[in-house]
């Protein structure tokens, strides 16, 4: 069982940035994949970036180049760096991960970007 707990959403204005925190009960290492989903009224929930235990990213065409994923292992955390806000970016994010068993989720944190 994998336990994670979301940090750091919030109100922004449109050209800010946000970093989200991500606490995992277990070590980051052990994970196959792990990083951050949003999902904003009405639309589906669709993948933002994630990373793979080999080291491989995958960044949404909608964020890259604004979003990056850091991670710290010392501290099993993963972040969501968000810069350049844009209002379209407002959703509840949510910190998933995956392991040999199953896929786990946070309770999600609400970003809001206002124009």
């Known amino acids: 069982q994998v336990h994670l707990v979301e940090s750091g959403g919030g109100l922004v204005q449109a050209g800010g940035s946000l970093r989200l925190s991500c606490a995992a009960s277990?070590?980051?290492?052990?994970?196959?994949?792990m990083g951050w989903y949003r999902q904003a009224p009405g639309n589906q929930r669709e993948l933002v970036a994630t990373?793979?235990?080999?080291?491989?990213?995958n960044v949404a065409d909608s964020v890259k180049g604004r979003f990056t994923i850091p991670r710290d292992f010392g501290k099993n955390t993963v972040q969501l760096q968000m810069n350049s806000l844009k209002p379209e970016d407002t959703a509840v994010y949510s910190c998933?991960?995956?392991?040999?068993?199953?896929?786990?989720w946070g309770q999600g944190t609400q970003v809001t970007v206002s124009s």
């Open positions: 998933n991960c995956q392991d040999d068993w199953r896929s786990y």
């Open positions: 277990v070590s980051i290492a052990r994970l196959n994949v």
């Open positions: 990373f793979r235990l080999g080291g491989s990213t």
